[in-house]
């Protein structure tokens, strides 16, 4: 019996991550839609959550070369005879006949919107086990099944005919209904999602590109491709990459004018790199470009920080300014004036503490600061990000640095700020090394590393 069920969660990603632990690798995706979900409070924003009816598939030699495709052919069934005998031994032992699914149908597309279970049937493992009052034992049961050695009557010899029939019947019809429904699912997955579209969705998904956004770049990617150029996936791969990269706003990096006084401070949550990053810009300016500069430091809440950034200076030999109150910051920017660039590191504050965010703004409003960047990590979730860059908007960012690429699993996010939250991108690090492992933020370069085009080397 195929065991066909429905998943719900609140994104894609997290849907198709439950049929992938429930189901395993090998699971055909029969139906995916948005069902609203109705908020307690009419003022409340309308949200929605993703559900995925999905079919556990077999372990095949064939299936396992076809495993990225999401619709395969309907595997068949064997076992006809078998089911016709336990049908013929239920009735025989007037036990009712056994439902091997439950199902319940929506008026949507006739498509099934509650799980199926498969029911199975029990027998005693002992004579120990204990049977219900007035239920045949399995060894009477047996006893009653005609032989070979007793001949059959007509009569039984008709019944036993008319339920194997029966049986086969209602499996042909079941599986004409779940081949059907595979059609049906090919011809129309999603209102914005094309089948031959279907498996460059899951990739979008996989790269944690959030699902309303991943489907705005199919609908637009079905749209641009012919019927020709969707039977090439280089060119539909070569589309796609164009479109994540208009997606993708970048901002010019750092430029310092010798003369010109440069203020560019960094912010952010907890825990994101923010000292080795702005050590690695520091390095670079300093080392590659032979820039004047200094660092400042108001991150007195954790005193390692402080004396990581103090060896950094040593090593490069530059002079740094610790402050502890927003007059000492002042103190220290005018005492650094005969610099080129200052750079400042702040320390990490909670989306979670608008009281810190609040003393870091009274920080940066006593000095004039040209870039704010936010620094944020790649390997968080959409959600927290969303909330970071909500909150720490009261500094007034102008860019976003990204880093811990090398750590996260999927680098979706990185489009998910600009394209969802209207942020610019500056820098990306990729490692630990310093002054390595950092590189403008590239359009094109950031484009490939999300769609997974091109790889980090470590």
Request: hydrophobic share 35%.
């Amino acid at each position: 019996m195929p065991d066909i069920k429905t998943f719900r969660a609140e994104t894609m990603n997290e849907a198709l991550h439950l049929v992938r632990q429930e189901l395993g690798p090998d699971a055909f995706i029969l139906h995916t839609r948005q069902i609203p979900i109705k908020s307690l409070f009419p003022w409340q924003k309308e949200r929605f959550e993703t559900e995925i009816v999905a079919l556990a598939g077999e372990e095949t030699p064939s299936s396992k070369t076809q495993q990225s495709k999401p619709f395969q052919s309907i595997p068949s069934y064997s076992k006809r005879q078998q089911i016709a005998s336990e049908a013929s031994l239920r009735q025989r032992s007037n036990q009712p006949p056994v439902s091997n699914s439950r199902s319940r149908f929506s008026g949507e597309n006739s498509m099934p919107t509650s799980r199926v279970t498969e029911n199975r049937i029990h027998t005693p493992t002992s004579a120990a086990e204990p049977l219900a009052p007035g239920q045949p034992t399995l060894e009477r049961s047996i006893s009653e099944v005609p032989t070979s050695e007793a001949p059959k009557t007509e009569e039984a010899k008709t019944e036993s005919a008319r339920l194997e029939r029966l049986v086969n019947e209602r499996l042909d019809a079941l599986q004409n209904m779940v081949e059907q429904l595979t059609q049906q699912v090919q011809s129309s997955t999603s209102p914005n999602i094309p089948p031959e579209l279907f498996d460059v969705y899951t990739e979008l998904i996989d790269s944690d590109i959030e699902d309303d956004l991943a489907r705005e770049l199919i609908t637009r990617l079905r749209h641009r491709c012919s019927q020709e150029d969707l039977e090439h996936p280089e060119r539909i791969r070569a589309y796609l990459l164009g479109m994540v990269e208009s997606q993708i706003n970048s901002r010019e990096a750092i430029k310092v004018t010798p003369g010109q006084q440069k203020v560019v401070a960094l912010v952010g949550p907890t825990g994101v790199g923010k000292t080795t990053t702005i050590a690695k810009l520091a390095a670079n300016f300093r080392l590659r470009d032979n820039i004047r500069m200094g660092l400042i430091t108001v991150d007195t809440y954790r005193i390692a920080a402080v004396e990581q950034l103090r060896t950094y200076a040593d090593i490069i030999d530059l002079p740094m300014k610790v402050v502890t109150t927003p007059r000492e910051m002042k103190q220290a920017v005018e005492e650094l004036s005969q610099m080129d660039l200052i750079l400042i590191d702040t320390a990490g504050r909670s989306p979670q503490d608008d009281l810190r965010i609040q003393e870091l703004k009274n920080y940066l409003s006593e000095i004039v600061v040209d870039e704010v960047h936010l620094v944020l990590s790649a390997t968080t979730g959409y959600r927290h990000l969303k909330k970071t860059v909500e909150k720490f908007s009261a500094v007034k960012p102008t860019s976003v640095i990204f880093t811990k690429l090398d750590e996260a699993p999927g680098l979706g996010s990185l489009v998910n700020v600009c394209g969802k939250l209207g942020q610019s991108l500056s820098y990306l690090t990729t490692g630990q090394n310093v002054p390595n492992d950092i590189e403008p933020a590239e359009p094109t370069r950031t484009a490939n590393l999300v769609l997974g085009y091109e790889r980090i080397e470590t």
